[in-house]
């Protein structure tokens, strides 16, 4: 199950600290790897938005290899500590120290790749670290279905901790545990930064590991605990294309279930894609292939059909989208109006029960309620320089292939007539007709095909003859 970012009560003072200063090489991207969208949302901003949900005291991001993209990105949510070079995940965390100096709290520390752990999570690790035992260390653990290769956590049924060890240090009895480290801890802030000190970087790597804090406390006879994940999801790391897909993926099928389970029928689930803030209504329809990107609402009732792309639109309650519509950022679509097949929207608002039924651009416009929009209309809304507004009256109707070239305003009960491109405004109830002169002339078709038939009958001769 994925994590939904929501507001909880949390009485703890604790600074959230996130390691993002790794290179990333297996994503094979120049866009820093935590930076990667999942349901059109960055993976950081996703664990953002759940810490966020605690009220943490501080939030600091770690960053290294392509900082200038975090900290872009970042602007003034949260603060930066750089680690250069990047000398392991114990030396990583050293780096936030001066930035978290006065901060006597807890810290939480978690990875920008590990985007959705859950808030009731991180809230139950600050809860254990204060328990009675008070242990030093809080580790995450989960059981994955494979273990594989994770480091493995030894502990009682209690959750003390008595070893960490790594799956290539491991015996035999220790492999044999299904309990493995993800990497993600809690610790008060005084002991975390002295356990810190004192962890060497005598191994194959060179590296300073977060992992040996909880060690060297339990050499000293203090006590670490471990709390196990709901759900192995939870901690799943991202580091390539595929795992970046294979999460998208997750994410998607729990939105699907969520969707329906509040009340939206989903015709061919696996075909329709929400973004992480995707609202919708009751009684909603959504037919398959449809698209949501940011930054769209969905009202009770509205029926959106196949093949649909919509994005930063608004829609009303019992309105119909689609077939093959696009809704682009600002559309607004009022209660009961209708787009259809290849009709596109862009900022602008189709009032009450008005439509536009096929293969129309309406950009920069508002049109009132009640209005029809014939086939093939387009607001020509840009001159080249500027955008300019095109507003169509109550009832109006616009006739077929007709171009409303901006600005211009068609008055209530208006009527476009078929075909006309309108550059003036047009008064309410008033007939707008621009079209050239129809020129006739009788039996000019048929000497015209005479004409013809005979010239490609004497060239066909003429290259027979020669050869």
Request: glycine share 10%.
């Given at each position: 199950?994925?994590?939904?970012?929501?507001?909880?009560?949390?009485?703890?003072?604790?600074?959230?600290?996130?390691?993002?200063?790794?290179?990333?090489?297996?994503?094979?991207?120049?866009?820093?790897?935590?930076?990667?969208?999942?349901?059109?949302?960055?993976?950081?901003?996703?664990?953002?938005?759940?810490?966020?949900?605690?009220?943490?005291?501080?939030?600091?991001?770690?960053?290294?290899?392509?900082?200038?993209?975090?900290?872009?990105?970042?602007?003034?949510?949260?603060?930066?500590?750089?680690?250069?070079?990047?000398?392991?995940?114990?030396?990583?965390?050293?780096?936030?120290?001066?930035?978290?100096?006065?901060?006597?709290?807890?810290?939480?520390?978690?990875?920008?790749?590990?985007?959705?752990?859950?808030?009731?999570?991180?809230?139950?690790?600050?809860?254990?670290?204060?328990?009675?035992?008070?242990?030093?260390?809080?580790?995450?653990?989960?059981?994955?279905?494979?273990?594989?290769?994770?480091?493995?956590?030894?502990?009682?049924?209690?959750?003390?901790?008595?070893?960490?060890?790594?799956?290539?240090?491991?015996?035999?009895?220790?492999?044999?545990?299904?309990?493995?480290?993800?990497?993600?801890?809690?610790?008060?802030?005084?002991?975390?930064?002295?356990?810190?000190?004192?962890?060497?970087?005598?191994?194959?790597?060179?590296?300073?590991?977060?992992?040996?804090?909880?060690?060297?406390?339990?050499?000293?006879?203090?006590?670490?605990?471990?709390?196990?994940?709901?759900?192995?999801?939870?901690?799943?790391?991202?580091?390539?294309?595929?795992?970046?897909?294979?999460?998208?993926?997750?994410?998607?099928?729990?939105?699907?279930?969520?969707?329906?389970?509040?009340?939206?029928?989903?015709?061919?689930?696996?075909?329709?894609?929400?973004?992480?803030?995707?609202?919708?209504?009751r009684d909603v329809t959504i037919e398959p292939n449809v698209?949501?990107?940011?930054?769209?609402?969905?009202?009770?009732?509205?029926?959106?059909?196949?093949?649909?792309?919509?994005?930063?639109?608004?829609?009303?309650?019992?309105?119909?989208?689609?077939?093959?519509?696009?809704?682009?950022?600002?559309?607004?679509?009022?209660?009961?109006?209708?787009?259809?097949?290849?009709?596109?929207?862009?900022?602008?608002?189709?009032?009450?029960?008005?439509?536009?039924?096929?293969?129309?651009?309406?950009?920069?416009?508002?049109?009132?309620?009640?209005?029809?929009?014939?086939?093939?209309?387009?607001?020509?809304?840009?001159?080249?320089?500027?955008?300019?507004?095109?507003?169509?009256?109550?009832?109006?109707?616009?006739?077929?292939?007709?171009?409303?070239?901006?600005?211009?305003?068609?008055?209530?009960?208006?009527?476009?007539?078929?075909?006309?491109?309108?550059?003036?405004?047009?008064?309410?109830?008033?007939?707008?007709?621009?079209?050239?002169?129809?020129?006739?002339?009788?039996?000019?078709?048929?000497?015209?095909?005479?004409?013809?038939?005979?010239?490609?009958?004497?060239?066909?001769?003429?290259?027979?003859?020669?050869?």
């Amino acid at each position: 199950m994925m994590a939904w970012p929501v507001a909880m009560e949390n009485s703890r003072d604790f600074a959230a600290v996130i390691l993002a200063a790794g290179k990333g090489t297996r994503m094979k991207s120049n866009l820093h790897k935590v930076l990667h969208p999942i349901a059109g949302r960055p993976m950081l901003d996703h664990l953002l938005a759940t810490v966020d949900g605690l009220a943490p005291a501080k939030k600091i991001v770690v960053v290294g290899s392509g900082r200038e993209q975090v900290e872009e990105a970042l602007g003034e949510r949260a603060q930066t500590a750089l680690q250069e070079p990047q000398r392991g995940t114990g030396h990583a965390v050293q780096q936030a120290e001066e930035s978290l100096a006065g901060h006597s709290g807890d810290v939480l520390v978690l990875y920008g790749d590990v985007p959705f752990v859950r808030g009731e999570t991180m809230k139950a690790m600050l809860d254990r670290l204060h328990a009675e035992d008070r242990p030093k260390v809080v580790v995450l653990g989960f059981e994955p279905e494979d273990p594989g290769h994770y480091g493995r956590v030894i502990a009682d049924e209690s959750g003390k901790i008595s070893k960490m060890v790594e799956f290539k240090d491991a015996n035999e009895a220790e492999r044999a545990c299904r309990l493995c480290n993800s990497g993600v801890m809690a610790a008060r802030s005084g002991d975390l930064f002295d356990l810190l000190r004192r962890v060497g970087n005598d191994n194959a790597q060179g590296e300073y590991y977060l992992v040996d804090v909880v060690n060297i406390a339990n050499e000293e006879g203090d006590t670490c605990a471990v709390i196990s994940c709901t759900d192995p999801s939870e901690v799943t790391g991202i580091n390539s294309r595929a795992e970046l897909a294979a999460a998208e993926r997750q994410w998607q099928e729990y939105r699907r279930e969520e969707a329906m389970a509040e009340g939206a029928s989903l015709k061919a689930p696996e075909t329709v894609f929400f973004s992480y803030d995707t609202v919708l209504g009751r009684d909603v329809t959504i037919e398959p292939n449809v698209v949501f990107a940011p930054g769209v609402t969905i009202a009770d009732g509205a029926t959106i059909r196949a093949f649909s792309h919509l994005e930063g639109a608004r829609v009303g309650e019992g309105c119909e989208v689609g077939p093959y519509a696009r809704l682009r950022p600002g559309a607004v679509m009022e209660k009961g109006s209708k787009v259809g097949n290849f009709v596109e929207m862009k900022k602008a608002t189709l009032g009450e029960g008005a439509k536009a039924n096929h293969l129309t651009y309406l950009g920069d416009a508002t049109v009132g309620a009640g209005a029809n929009i014939g086939a093939g209309t387009i607001t020509c809304n840009y001159d080249g320089y500027f955008k300019h507004k095109t507003t169509i009256g109550e009832r109006a109707f616009i006739g077929s292939n007709s171009a409303l070239i901006a600005p211009v305003t068609i008055g209530a009960d208006a009527i476009v007539a078929a075909g006309s491109a309108v550059s003036r405004d047009v008064a309410a109830g008033e007939l707008r007709m621009v079209r050239a002169d129809q020129m006739v002339k009788p039996g000019w078709a048929d000497r015209f095909h005479d004409t013809m038939k005979k010239k490609k009958a004497a060239e066909k001769k003429d290259g027979g003859d020669k050869g």
